[in-house]
């Protein structure tokens, strides 16, 4: 199939959908993409599609892939199934036909039949079982759960729709963007077995439409109760070149088959037609919203389009085509949109510097890029997508992950831009001392700087890794390091991490190429392809080739708000409740766990406080690390977030990972219960009481150097390594504070 054609089923799927009769309750969540071009792709019912479930029959590929490469199994290894088997207590019966015969391990795969599978407990080894799974990037089963349910997808680690869409075109070899190696024999029987559950298995819906596909099917319990059905299909099956999959909530693995085969019989009809184009619409109105934005230090309240055509005249060229500047203003106005929280403990959305958006007094140009493009924005999953831009890439373009671990990647690779190829080339000097004072600026330790140098470069060229001898740590990214010396030397020192460094005089000399981070849009480049005579369309496919232009609805009028809210609204309350939790579906079963650990937190600390602690504190628990940074204005690395009575987490499962749930959750109910008292005083004063009243008994090894913690450094930071270092010395100053003998209440 072609890629034309792949592209034409992203256009259709949304529009078939609706004539599906599912006998399901709910409507089902989808998605497809193109398994030769990662950038097309469609999908609804995101909150769906990232909640992290148990993957059901589904994982009986990966079970099947490990049983063969492990050879406890042969391809033609036949056994008699015996209808009916118990899983952690429960009886399953299987639904597939008595062939009166023994099954193949591809005909236990396309039957789904349980028996097959959890009769290879037994001889499957925990480690030959993660082995196979560690080559697929999922997490280990771990030694508490039950390796036969494991098997069979009703234990063990979850996994996320999308995830199991990426297994089986991994394990099928049907995606060239991420092979992975399997013997030739154990692909042959996986994709038989795939093949047959189109044809003849549990996925036959398929086949009854004429769609000769590679399909497995699962039945999974959902985290709230009750059961959904899921399909993964890949299509064509000589040679596949878009996947599928589909959840059903409230239904079986069969019903999902059937709406993949509605979707696909649908998306093949319309294959010819054209997919519709990302477009900045000239008719569009402006939407009169208005943005909080601290300028020169005072909160105006601004209308968005007039504070966008204020960022295109501070962030743009200014005698840049008019193609740039509507690409500027869209992805101006999507990150505005993206961040407007950032700032929500000081008042106000956003901040007039660097740190978020630079203005200047507007032009013609820039108000009629605004006016143009009003209400336009880069879309992901619904919302306004986490978009970067930067003024030159310097010829490379570079991932956000790269620069800002757990960053969304809105771009499927790096990309060379002849645009802007080697713009602008730069040098410059600065001195050992002031290098120095940015390194403790940062969080390090160190008295005297014996050397810089750079030990790893990514795939862009750009500084990956620095070590900076005689300092602890003694590396430093090169991202950090940039942030770091331009908050002390000046932004011009460090243009931007593609360059080199070597030693001179009393201090260093930086030679490199571009200006900024050069993830996401260049500014230089794009105004390079309009003058050419590129359209706004041709330079955001460019630059955003996985995100679509849409307009935004606001949330009530004269508030600019993302499309839809990223966390659902918590369920039905008991009015009397004192601790009310938000939980995505996926961890809902942990509802009773997070109220026992808050209540036990607040009782306890609000004795040691001597303070009355709310009536009501409610949780709120994101689905994705995104989410969480989209309602709180917190960088990646922050765990969680408290306003009043009300705590915002990351998902729980990151939570656990990092070992910090009951920490985090006991940091942020102290701030509940002392912030109130401690209203007014510096930022330092609040977060070292928060860590004091969660574990009075730690000590603080961190030595005090200077002054504590300035509010900025909480604000602002310029680095994970920099916060973490503000926080370390607010607990200490605290501490020490509280070790003279001062009251709580006290301490300023």
Request: glycine letters at 8%; proline letters at 7%.
């Amino acid at each position: 199939m072609s890629r034309c054609a792949a592209a034409a089923l992203l256009a259709v799927v949304a529009g078939a959908i609706t004539g599906v009769a599912l006998r399901a309750q709910g409507d089902a969540a989808y998605f497809v993409r193109s398994l030769d071009n990662p950038a097309e792709r469609r999908e609804a019912r995101a909150d769906i599609l990232d909640t992290p479930v148990l993957p059901g029959s589904v994982m009986k590929v990966v079970t099947l892939a490990a049983a063969l490469e492990s050879h406890v199994i042969e391809p033609d290894t036949a056994r008699m199934c015996r209808r009916t088997v118990t899983i952690n207590g429960r009886r399953y019966t299987c639904s597939h036909p008595d062939l009166k015969r023994p099954l193949t391990p591809a005909e236990a795969l396309a039957h789904s039949c349980n028996d097959f599978f959890v009769s290879l407990a037994p001889r499957l080894t925990r480690a030959m079982f993660n082995q196979v799974r560690g080559t697929l990037g999922l997490p280990p089963v771990s030694a508490t759960a039950d390796l036969a349910a494991s098997f069979v997808g009703l234990d063990g680690p979850r996994v996320t729709p999308r995830t199991l869409l990426d297994i089986v075109a991994r394990l099928a070899g049907a995606d060239p963007q991420r092979p992975v190696r399997v013997a030739a024999d154990t692909r042959r029987v996986l994709v038989d077995g795939l093949r047959g559950a189109a044809d003849y298995g549990t996925a036959s819906a398929l086949g009854a439409k004429k769609i000769a596909a590679l399909a497995k099917t699962g039945t999974a319990p959902m985290p709230g109760g009750g059961w959904m059905g899921v399909v993964v299909a890949l299509e064509p099956a000589m040679r596949p070149t878009r996947g599928i999959v589909v959840v059903a909530p409230g239904a079986a693995g069969l019903d999902a088959a059937a709406v993949a085969a509605d979707l696909l019989t649908g998306a093949t009809r319309a294959a010819s037609a054209p997919a519709p184009p990302v477009s900045v619409d000239p008719q569009s109105k402006p939407v009169r919203q208005s943005i909080r934005i601290a300028i020169n230090g005072r909160v105006n309240t601004l209308d968005l389009e007039d504070y966008i055509a204020r960022v295109v005249a501070g962030e743009g060229q200014p005698k840049a085509a008019d193609a740039a500047q509507q690409v500027l203003a869209i992805t101006a106005r999507t990150y505005a949109l993206a961040n407007l929280n950032r700032h929500r403990r000081e008042g106000y959305d956003l901040c007039d510097t660097t740190h978020c958006q630079v203005l200047r007094a507007a032009t013609d140009s820039t108000r009629r890029a605004a006016q143009t493009t009003a209400g336009r924005v880069l879309v992901h999953q619904g919302q306004p997508a986490s978009v970067f831009y930067s003024a030159s890439c310097g010829g490379h373009s570079e991932l956000a992950s790269n620069v800002w671990p757990g960053a969304a990647d809105h771009a499927s690779h790096l990309h060379e831009d002849e645009a802007c190829r080697d713009e602008p080339a730069w040098s410059s000097e600065v001195r050992a001392d002031r290098v120095e004072r940015a390194l403790r600026a940062a969080g390090h330790r160190g008295d005297r700087l014996r050397g810089v140098q750079i030990v790893q470069r990514n795939a862009s060229g750009r500084v990956a890794r620095l070590r900076v001898e005689g300092f602890t740590p003694n590396e430093i990214s090169g991202h950090d390091f940039r942030m770091a010396v331009g908050r002390v030397a000046g932004w011009q020192t460090v243009k931007s991490t593609a360059f080199d460094v070597r030693r001179i005089g009393s201090g260093y000399r930086l030679t490199g190429r571009g200006f900024g981070h050069g993830v996401g849009l260049c500014v230089i480049g794009a105004g390079n392809r309009a003058g050419r005579g590129a359209t706004a369309d041709s330079i955001l496919k460019f630059y955003f080739p996985n995100l679509r232009v849409e307009s935004y609805r606001p949330r009530t009028p004269g508030v600019a708000a993302p499309v839809k809210p990223s966390v659902p609204p918590a369920p039905p309350a008991d009015p009397g409740a004192d601790v009310r939790v938000a939980l995505p579906a996926a961890e809902e079963g942990e509802r009773g766990r997070v109220v026992q650990l808050v209540r036990a937190a607040r009782d306890s600390m609000s004795i040691r406080t001597g303070t009355k602690p709310p009536a009501v504190i409610r949780i709120t628990v994101h689905p994705t690390t995104e989410a969480f940074a989209r309602a709180t204005g917190q960088p990646w690395w922050v765990s969680g977030a408290s306003d009043g009575a009300s705590i915002d987490l990351l998902p729980l499962t990151i939570l656990r990972q990092q070992g910090q749930l009951e920490r985090t959750l006991r940091h942020e109910v102290a701030h509940v219960l002392v912030d109130g008292a401690l209203a007014g005083r510096p930022l330092w004063v609040r977060e070292g009481a928060a860590f004091y009243f969660a574990d009075p008994a730690a000590s603080s090894e961190t030595p005090i150097r200077g002054s504590c913690p300035a509010d900025e450094e909480f604000l602002r930071p310029l680095s994970a390594g920099a916060h973490r270092s503000a926080y370390a010395r607010a607990e200490a100053c605290f501490r020490r504070a509280i070790a003279q003998g001062k009251r709580w209440t006290e301490i300023r």
